[in-house]
C-alpha cells in the first residue's frame, strides 16, 4: 500500500483546485490554478514544519490551526456585533439585521452585542452611542427629558388610536422608530425562562409544579425590571408597543393592551430615578 503524504492531502482540502468554467474572466484560470497550487504548497510545507518528524501530527496539527482560526473568527465576529449595534450611529444596526447575517437568534445577537460594548470601547478609545445600550443615559449624565416627552406624547396619541386606522398606526410607528425604539427592546436582558407548557391529561402534580415555576419566571423578570433606570424601562414599554402598531389587529384583547401600555407611559413619564 502506497503511503500517502498526508501534508500534501490536507492541504488540497483546504485549498481545493477550482473547477473550470467557475473562474471570471475564463482566460484567467490557468493563473488562479497555479495560484491555490502555491497555496497548497505552502500549507503543506508549514504544516511539515510545525508538526515535526512524526507523519500523524500533521493531521493533529492542521486541526488544531483550524479550532485556533475558528475561535478567532468567532471572537472578531463579537466585536463586530458589539460595534455594529451600540457605536454605529445614530441607533446602531438592528437585532434582526445582524441575526439574519449571523444566522442566529435576535436574543443571542443582543446578548453578544451587549457583552462586547466595553471591549469595543476600551479598543477604540470612544463611548457607545445611542440609547439602547446599558451604559448610556444613566453613566453619561445624559437628559432623559425628550423620552419622557415621548412617551407623554405617545399616552395621548394611544388614547384615541383606532387599530383599525392603519396609516396613523404606521405613523406612530415610524414616530418611534425615529426616536430609536425597537421591537421588544430590552428584552433580551430580562432573559426570560420559556414557560413551561402543559398537554392534555398532565396530572395535577405536573400542573401545580407547572404553575409555580412559571410563576417564578415571571416574578424574577419583573424583579430585573424594577432595577431599570426610568428611560431604560420607557425604551422597553413603547418596544413592547411597536410590534402592534407595526401589525394592528382590532380585537377587545389588543384594546385592554393599549390601555395598559398608555397608563403605564404616563406613570413612566412622571416617575423619578
Same mark, same amino acid.
Given at each position: 500500500m ?9 492541504a488540497?482540502?483546504?485549498? *481545493?483546485?477550482p473547477e473550470r ?28 514544519? #510545525?508538526a ?12 488544531a490551526?483550524?479550532?485556533a482560526?475558528?475561535a478567532?473568527a468567532?471572537a472578531?465576529m463579537?466585536l463586530?456585533?458589539?460595534y455594529?449595534?451600540?457605536?454605529v450611529?445614530?441607533r ?5 439585521t ?7 437568534t435576535d ?13 469595543v470601547?476600551?479598543v477604540?478609545?470612544v463611548p ?15 437628559d432623559?427629558?425628550?423620552?419622557r416627552?415621548?412617551a407623554r406624547?405617545?399616552?395621548?396619541s394611544l388614547?384615541?388610536l383606532d ?5 396613523t398606526c404606521s ?5 418611534l422608530?425615529?426616536?430609536?425604539i425597537?421591537p421588544?427592546?430590552h428584552g433580551?436582558?430580562l ?7 402543559l398537554t392534555?391529561g398532565?396530572s ?5 409544579? #407547572? ?12 424583579l430585573i425590571?424594577s ?16 410590534p402592534t402598531?407595526l401589525? *394592528?389587529? *382590532?380585537?377587545?384583547s389588543s384594546?385592554?393592551f393599549?390601555d395598559?401600555?398608555?397608563?403605564d407611559?404616563?406613570k413612566?413619564?412622571?416617575h423619578?430615578d
Amino acid at each position: 500500500m502506497t503511503h500517502r503524504d498526508q501534508a500534501s492531502d490536507i492541504a488540497a482540502l483546504l485549498y *481545493p483546485l477550482p473547477e473550470r468554467g467557475t473562474v471570471e474572466p475564463a482566460e484567467a484560470f490557468d493563473d488562479a490554478v497555479d495560484e491555490i497550487r502555491r497555496r497548497q504548497d505552502d500549507c503543506a510545507e508549514r504544516l511539515r514544519s #510545525a508538526a515535526g518528524t512524526t507523519v500523524s501530527d500533521v493531521v493533529l496539527e492542521a486541526l488544531a490551526a483550524e479550532v485556533a482560526a475558528k475561535a478567532d473568527a468567532d471572537a472578531r465576529m463579537r466585536l463586530l456585533l458589539g460595534y455594529a449595534r451600540h457605536f454605529v450611529g445614530p441607533r446602531g444596526y438592528s437585532l434582526d439585521t445582524l441575526a439574519a447575517v449571523c444566522h442566529l437568534t435576535d436574543r443571542g445577537v443582543g446578548k453578544i452585542a451587549n457583552a462586547q460594548v466595553d471591549n469595543v470601547a476600551r479598543v477604540l478609545g470612544v463611548p457607545p452611542v445611542g440609547g439602547k445600550q446599558l451604559q448610556d443615559r444613566s453613566n453619561a449624565g445624559q437628559d432623559d427629558t425628550d423620552l419622557r416627552e415621548l412617551a407623554r406624547t405617545t399616552a395621548d396619541s394611544l388614547r384615541r388610536l383606532d387599530l383599525n386606522d392603519k396609516d396613523t398606526c404606521s405613523s406612530l410607528a415610524q414616530t418611534l422608530q425615529d426616536a430609536g425604539i425597537e421591537p421588544h427592546m430590552h428584552g433580551d436582558q430580562l432573559a426570560p425562562t420559556p414557560p413551561i407548557r402543559l398537554t392534555f391529561g398532565a396530572s395535577h402534580r405536573e400542573i401545580l409544579e #407547572a404553575g409555580v415555576k412559571n410563576s417564578t419566571a415571571m416574578s424574577s423578570a419583573f424583579l430585573i425590571l424594577s432595577t431599570w433606570p426610568t428611560y431604560m424601562r420607557i425604551e422597553h414599554k413603547l418596544g413592547i408597543l411597536l410590534p402592534t402598531l407595526l401589525n *394592528p389587529t *382590532p380585537s377587545p384583547s389588543s384594546t385592554s393592551f393599549l390601555d395598559g401600555v398608555r397608563d403605564d407611559l404616563l406613570k413612566l413619564s412622571d416617575h423619578d430615578d
